[in-house]
């Protein structure tokens, strides 16, 4: 099952392939380190940086559209972290944001791959357009 939604980042971009492209490029990059320093913050109890990490994860789920329901548990983790809770579910939790932000940046990939191939058959189609009725 498919995690993420492009449609509100497309809105967001008025369907612009180059700023699309960015804010994709953007997650790519920045969600695989902090799924490290949430998933070592945990290890290592440091509740901080655990709250820090998830918190930096969060505004980006609904720009690529993960659901709702993943970002609740992001901020249940938050919350956990921000009171230095220990719960029983929270490993599970920690597991599945992971997870799930895991699958995202590889649906992001394929994403990227078809705005980028749709953008240079647009650009290509219009430089042939213009030069055919020379002929």
Known sequence: MKCINLKYLSQLTNSNPKLMSSMILLYLEQTPPLINAMKQSWQNKDWSQLHASV?????????????????????????????????????????????????????????????????????????????IPYF
Request: hydrophobic share 40%; with cysteine; glycine share 2%.
């Open 55 to 131: 918190h930096k994860m969060i505004p980006s789920f609904s720009i690529i559209g993960i659901s709702a329901d993943i970002e609740q548990m992001a901020n249940k983790i938050q919350e956990y972290a921000s009171k230095q809770e220990q719960n029983d579910n929270i490993s599970d939790m920690i597991l599945k944001l992971e997870n799930v932000c895991m699958q995202a940046c590889q649906e992001l990939e394929v994403e990227l791959l078809k705005i980028r191939t749709k953008h240079k058959k647009t650009k290509s189609n219009f430089f042939w357009s213009m030069i």
